[in-house]
């Protein structure tokens, strides 16, 4: 049973990590769901799991995506249910069908899908691949694989698993790769391709590609070491610019080095800043404005250095099915001014993952089931921290994505958790962060706070020097 379960994670936290490093989603946006995958692996010991991890090769793990994604029973679509909200359609290619993109898990980005792909199943009559999204493509049959020619073009990432393949007459396009690269150099590029015995890769503008390592690191790190911030800063392990291979570094992906076109390592990149305008007269009064983009920049970022999400666990009765400990992953926060009722407030969507251990009301309510909570507040400053809070956050509307599966009884104690946690959780995190601005020690240093106040969609505050 745990070894079903961990392949299982594995796959599905692979398809995540393909969507994250095409840039379609955000890490910080999966952070939470991630948080509620790793949980499930409590009674797994973590040398199996580095075992498991260690011993896939890259057309075994993503044959094992393309499994999870076409499977049916209660484990896989638990999981589905998890990520299926947060990911593009995961589709397979099937060369064969009128309709050759198969959809096997309908994600909630329409207009992009991860399409999984079986070389050995491509025809010599219909032998290009084309898709916006990510590629991934394997063999079920490495020695045997296909020798006549085909093409696989994708306006964002290809993964492809080369290993093993016989000599072919495949043609990569795409910004970004992943592929099986192992020890050795890699081979240079010429006349705008990257040559190898099966096939060609083209040299686009600043082609980066990642390794099967790297992935297989950073799994490790998510499952074994229940780091989820490696998820949020992934780097090529190669880059390719132009006409000459820049460098080549090791396999962690939190330790690959990028290169600039003089062979340089880059600076890091800057701690996040929060941004402001500031509008001062010479009779010593400020006035500071911070737009709504300012603000869901922060509090995105804030949410980021949590991991991506705020968590806790609160204690409720349900009717009939007892007392539980609801552990709540809140992620995904959006903000923005609205009017109530003739009053400018702060309004947050965040995103709601509740679990439990209580087997009943896991499979009786929470099983399947997300929430999103709406919550408007006013806002307060704590002059000691230099940051806003949400000040008496309200949860106005809670959305359920499977609303007909909860009978009148059992709403209302689910709404009492919900709206205390949305609360509590919007409560702690700040709004916005002065203190995390560069400008904030030369700019506002020993002026008094006069006013705070949200007019015209902004965050408007007032200060003065007497």
Known sequence: MGALLVGTLIAAIFIVLITIIAGLIQASFIAGVMTSLIALLALVPPDRVAETIENLNCHEMTKSSLDFAAADNVRTNRIKSLISGKIPTVSYYDSTADSPKIPLIEGAIQDTQVLIVDINTI????????????????????????????????????????????????????????????????????????????????????????????????????????????????????????????????????????????????????????????????????????????????????????????????EKSFIGLGSAEIAVVATNPVVEFVDVNGVEKLRTTVDLELSTDNNLIQNRILEGQSFRAVVDSSLIYDDNTWRFYAHEPEVVDVLFSNPNRLVKTLRQPLLMVINSVAAEALARVPVFDLDKSSKTGTDIVGYLLDSVEIEDQQLVIDLSVF
């Open 123 to 314: 025809s010599e009559t219909n032998s290009v691949i084309e898709n916006k999204g990510p590629i991934v493509v394997f063999s079920s049959d490495p020695q045997n694989s296909p020798t006549h020619s085909i093409r696989v073009q994708s306006e964002s990432l290809i993964s492809f698993c080369q290993q093993d393949l016989s000599d072919g007459q495949i043609s990569l396009s795409s910004p970004l790769l992943i592929l099986d690269h192992r020890e050795g150099s890699f081979p240079v590029a010429s006349e705008g391709k990257v040559n190898f015995s099966w096939g060609t890769v083209e040299a686009q503008q600043d082609l980066g590609i990642y390794t099967f390592g790297q992935i297989q690191d950073v799994i490790r790190e998510v499952l074994v070491n229940k780091k989820v911030d490696s998820l949020v800063d992934i780097r090529p392990g190669i880059l390719i610019e132009g006409e000459s291979q820049v460098a080549e570094s090791g396999a962690l992906a939190s330790e690959a080095p990028e290169f600039t076109a003089e062979g340089k390592a880059p600076t890091e990149p800057e701690e996040f800043q929060a941004q402001y305008t500031k509008d001062c007269n010479w009779i010593g009064t400020c006035k500071i404005t911070i737009s709504e983009e300012e603000i869901q920049s922060t509090v995105s970022s804030l949410f980021a250095s949590k991991g991506g999400a705020f968590e806790t666990t609160v």
